[in-house]
């Protein structure tokens, strides 16, 4: 392997990349990346607004259920450290005469 190949490698590289710079529409002004801006493009010319709403109604609910699930599993985290708190104490019983 010469030096020249990990140069032209490097070269094709930055090629692609600027090509690929080249095709993804700028940042809005609206925060968004230019790469998300073409995706709601996107999403708006295929999918009418009905479909849109109901999508979005239905990624509600998948984060609603992702949230059920994750207090679950929290509450079941703190139990075991409850219950690992209790074991670890100890009893001493003092009699008072």
Do not use: C, N
């Not at 925060?31 to 999918?47: D, L, P």
């Not at 479909?51 to 259920?65: T, V």
């Not at 994750?70 to 019983?93: G, M, P, S």
């Amino acid at each position: 392997m010469t030096d020249e190949a990990p140069r032209e490698r490097t070269a094709d590289v930055e090629a692609r990349l600027a090509e690929l710079e080249r095709r993804v529409p700028p940042a809005g002004g609206d925060g968004r990346s230019g790469m998300e801006a073409a995706f709601w493009a996107t999403m708006h010319s295929i999918f009418p607004e009905d479909a849109r709403r109901h999508l979005k109604a239905a990624g509600r609910e998948q984060l609603m259920a992702a949230r059920v699930y994750l207090d679950r599993w929290i509450a079941q985290l703190d139990e075991t450290e409850k219950e690992e708190a209790e074991a670890d104490r100890t009893h001493e019983r003092i009699e008072i005469t």
